[in-house]
């Protein structure tokens, strides 16, 4: 089963994954749409010039933490 490193996050892991592989840094970025009271945040994370995961959530943050669950799992699967 899958398990997290060092970092216990989603971002850590992947950022020791990559790091691990030589890939580089992964880089977030985060759209948002609806009202200011009821936002939604959509994060892609791109490792070099591939996406690798994509995340909803109703932080920032939340999104992210999904987009890199998706990116580090897409990665293992390889």
Partial sequence: ??????GLDWKSSL???TASRGLGV?????????PDHD???TALVMVGDTEYGRGVGRTKKEAELKAAAAAWHALNDD
Avoid: M
Wanted: aromatic fraction near 10%.
């Fill in 1 to 6: 089963a899958p398990t997290l490193g060092a």
């Fill in 15 to 17: 950022q020791e994954l």
């Fill in 26 to 34: 992964p880089v977030y970025a985060v759209t948002s749409t609806g």
């Fill in 39 to 41: 936002k939604e945040f």
